[in-house]
């Protein structure tokens, strides 16, 4: 693992912070993700990479890890602990005495006695198995390893995002039922364990990471980015702006609501229905945001000449009236 320059592959340095991190990746994973890359391999392989970087270094454990092995003379092969210039550990000396003492016992126990010209040969333990020893699991022999981690991107729109939904999406051929919980936001992953790349010599597979990415919405939008308070366009006509009254809503969930206007509404006005925005992440008993109607006064396109006679009518009212 620490063969590789994951600094190099992110593009930032080794004190980056853990924002630094994140931060690069997202970047660059936009531009090399298989799903916009069209199929290309050289950036398929360097997303592959990309992701492996990103997945040792977001990890505060793998990266002390891996910052270890790379200052390790043995960083290619080597255990981490292995420390001091030697693969032994400890203090670095190696005691030849205690080797052969234990090589001695071992032929005791049944090997081929030495035949004194080379005391290591015959049915004694060979260099490579007492060596290994000294390493844990064995030294040479590979672990298993868990399989790769795949991501991929799912589009969702702003009350799919506010309340939750069940999306089905097709990873690497295989049809898969996502649940998006209520009040995620743009950048969200949702992680499903074992739905990733097989893992070798009988480890579990990795996981499948799917970065949720909220579409804009003709009616709905976010008073703030992240944010569970949602505006929403509201048009009401001249009388009702005037004189008050009723306007319908669309809320979140599709449905319809009566909005009371008051009198003297202008564009641009804010009406609030409290707890009809998004669901809020976390939040106690499905606590929600608001919903802000912004209101625009509709001009109605002809208007007649009894209603001229009327608007001109109101107009000297108006201006007569003490301010």
């Given amino acids: 693992m620490a063969s590789k320059d994951y600094y190099k592959v992110l593009g930032v340095a080794e004190t980056a912070s853990a924002a630094e991190i994140k931060k690069a990746y997202r970047k660059l994973a936009k531009k090399l993700h298989p799903d916009i890359n069209g199929g290309d ?5 360097k997303f592959k990479e990309l992701t492996e970087a990103n997945e040792t270094l977001a990890d505060p454990k793998r990266r002390a890890t891996y910052d270890e092995q790379r200052q390790s003379p043995f960083s290619g092969g080597m255990p981490p602990g292995a420390r001091g210039g030697s693969p032994f550990g400890g203090a670095g000396n190696v005691d030849l005495e205690e080797l052969l003492r234990k090589m001695g016992r071992q032929g005791a126990g049944g090997g081929r006695p030495h035949t004194g010209a080379n005391p290591f040969e015959g049915g004694n ?36 995002a506010a309340l939750g939904a069940e999306k089905v999406v097709t990873v690497d051929g295989k049809r898969l039922s996502i649940k998006i919980p209520a009040g995620v936001t743009d950048g969200k992953t949702i992680r499903l364990t074992g739905q990733g790349h097989p893992g070798g010599r009988g480890a579990p597979p990795g ?12 009616n709905f939008r976010r008073k703030a980015p992240g944010s ?21 809503v669309k809320t979140l969930e599709g449905t319809t609501l009566s909005l009371t206007v008051p009198p003297a509404t202008s ?28 209101v625009s006064v509709q001009v109605p396109l002809t208007v007649s000449e009894k209603a001229k006679e009327l608007l001109e009518e109101f107009a000297r009212l108006v201006k007569a009236q003490p301010q």
């Fill in 41 to 45: 391999k050289a950036k398929t392989a």
């Fill in 125 to 160: 333990q060979g260099f490579g198995d007492i060596f290994g020893d000294m390493f844990s699991g064995g030294g040479a022999r590979q672990a298993p390893r868990k399989g790769e981690d795949v991501v991929a991107r799912l589009d969702i729109d702003l009350p799919e």
């Fill in 207 to 218: 996981d499948l990471l799917i970065e949720l990415h909220e579409r804009p919405h003709p």
């Fill in 228 to 248: 569970p308070d949602i505006e929403v366009q509201v048009q009401i006509p001249v009388d009702i702006a005037i004189l008050g009254g009723k306007a319908d």
């Fill in 267 to 294: 564009s641009g006005k804010q009406l609030r229905l409290r707890a009809k925005g998004a669901h809020v992440p976390g939040g106690h008993d499905g606590a929600r945001g608001d919903l802000y109607a912004n």
